[in-house]
Every structure is written in structure tokens, then in C-alpha cells.
């Protein structure tokens, strides 16, 4: 083994290529979804269990911030999480494998998501 090779263990100084970015915020997305999945599935049980259920689900997402920014994060997440599938899926048709087409479909998909994540905020707020 050649112990002469460079460690650089300073995370400060690497920089991600926007492929890795797009792989990484895909997963830290997929983890978000999963944990959302569980926290919507016990509120439509509450709101699916009576009209005073379903009326105060309504009033807290119409009037509290806090529940309004999350319901916001985990919509952006699960908005970035299925076009990051996508890219995956196209790439695995065999289009965009190389590192020029994976750096544009992935600043396409982030740029994107991004749009989502905005028409989340007007689809909440609105």
C-alpha cells in the first residue's frame, strides 16, 4: 500500500460535482417523504374520522405558520424527490450517462425542483 497518498480530510475544501449535490439531496429528499408519509397518514386519520376532525385539520393548516412551513418543506422535498426518480429513470434508459448530460439533468432537475418548491409556498400560503 503507497501511505505517501494524499488524506484530505478537510470537508471545507472539497467541492461536490452537482451530480453528487443532486444524489445526495435525492436521498436527504427520500428520507424527508418517508417521515412525512407517516406524519399524513395519522392527520387524514384524524381528519377522516369526523366533520370536527376534518374542520380543525383545516383551521390549524389554514392559520398556523409552523404547520404550513412543514406541510411546505415535506411537499418541496417529495416535489424534488419524484423528479430526482425521474432523472434516475431516464438515466437508466441509457440517456444522459455521461458526465456533460448528467451535470444538465441534474442542474434541470434541481432548477426545477426549485420551481416546485415555490408553486408549494403559493399552493400553502395561497
Partial sequence: MNNKRPVNLDLATVSFPITAI???????????????LGFLLLV????????????????????????????????????????????????DFGFCEDFEGGKLISWTAIVIGVVLGLLAGVLVWA
Fill in 22 to 36: 443532486a444524489s445526495i439531496l435525492h436521498r436527504i429528499c427520500a428520507v424527508i417523504s418517508w417521515v412525512a
Fill in 44 to 91: 387524514l386519520c384524524y381528519a377522516l374520522s369526523s366533520q370536527e376532525g376534518f374542520k380543525s385539520v383545516t383551521e390549524v393548516l389554514q392559520t398556523n405558520f409552523l404547520v404550513q412551513f412543514v406541510s411546505w418543506g415535506f411537499l418541496t422535498a417529495f416535489g424534488y424527490y419524484c423528479l430526482a426518480t425521474t432523472k434516475h429513470i431516464i438515466q
